[in-house]
């Protein structure tokens, strides 16, 4: 038997739906928005440079563990090693990313985001979807999307990780600190970001005031609850926001790294 849109209680029309706006338009947006993230994530994961300029790291290769790190960048050693696959050196940024993109593709707000933009189901309120039936995601590959909790673990390391890799940004390219650059404030900007984009997610409200019978026992957790509640309501917000900081991070590094800008020290 049909189900969802498709099922015997919708209304008796063809037309896939009655609205008169641009419902098309955000889900166009969101689908553009990802595709280019993707495609430039992928080619600096595997440009495997340009991703160092001391003392600023680019977050999409930190930590950097290999010994095919570029000197200087290891602040953590180098416990993978060299590691090659058909004689061709994998990229660094590749035993990393797949941790803060695990987050992300199975990021609930994200989940709603490509799942109505990528597989239209459903594309916007009110607009049919052109699938047969809903599954959701209760079976194999989708079912791995309960993993969201341990990518989110994952990524508060990450977090922190950051957070030092901004603070080292307070040295100069001779190590001396007390100096502050716009390498300094873009390297704080990501780190905040990403901090509120993962304080603001259901999966952190759930852990600080999930599975409690009441709240009057726990005041500490209730008072982190309420704030992080409070963030919850803007993590869409924070989702985007921080996707494109995260990025933006990235190339202002590589256009330093490259030598095409400099990095500016007011001090």
């Known amino acids: 038997m049909a189900t969802g849109v498709f099922s015997t209680t919708r209304a008796a029309i063809k037309e896939r739906t009655l ?14 928005v990802l595709i280019s993230f993707i495609i430039y994530a992928t080619f600096r994961a595997f440009e495997n440079r340009y991703y160092f300029a001391e003392p600023l790291i680019s977050p999409f290769y930190s930590p950097c563990l290999s010994t095919a790190c570029v000197e200087g960048a ?3 050693g180098t416990p993978i090693g060299a590691v090659t696959i058909f004689g061709l050196l994998i990229s660094p940024s590749l035993f990393i990313l797949i941790f803060p ?3 992300r593709l199975t990021c609930y707000y994200y989940r709603k985001s490509y799942y109505r933009s990528f597989w239209m189901s459903p594309p916007a309120c009110a607009v049919a979807e052109p699938h047969s039936k809903y599954t959701g995601e209760t079976r194999a590959p989708l079912i791995l999307q309960n993993g969201h909790r341990w990518f989110f673990y994952a990524g508060l390391v990450l977090n922190v990780i950051l957070t030092y890799d901004a603070i080292i940004a307070f040295k100069n390219p001779e190590g001396e600190w007390g100096h502050m650059s716009v390498g300094t404030l873009v390297l704080l900007l990501n780190a905040a970001m990403l901090w509120l984009y993962s304080a603001s997610c259901h999966t952190c409200r759930h852990t600080i005031g999930g599975r409690l ?5 726990h005041p500490i957790r209730y008072k982190l609850w309420s704030w992080v509640s409070v963030l919850n ?8 926001i921080s996707l494109f900081v995260v ?11 490259t030598g095409t800008i400099t990095n500016f020290y007011f001090f």
């Not at 309501?233 to 985007?240: F, K, N, Q, R």
């Open 74 to 76: 290891a602040h953590f």
């Open 233 to 240: 309501h803007s993590h869409p917000t924070y989702a985007w």
């Open 101 to 103: 993109l695990g987050f």
């Open 213 to 217: 019978k009441n709240f009057s026992k």
């Open 247 to 257: 990025a933006f991070t990235d190339f202002y590094i590589r256009l330093v790294a």
């Open 19 to 32: 609205r008169t706006d641009r419902w098309w338009l955000q889900p166009l947006i969101i689908v553009a």
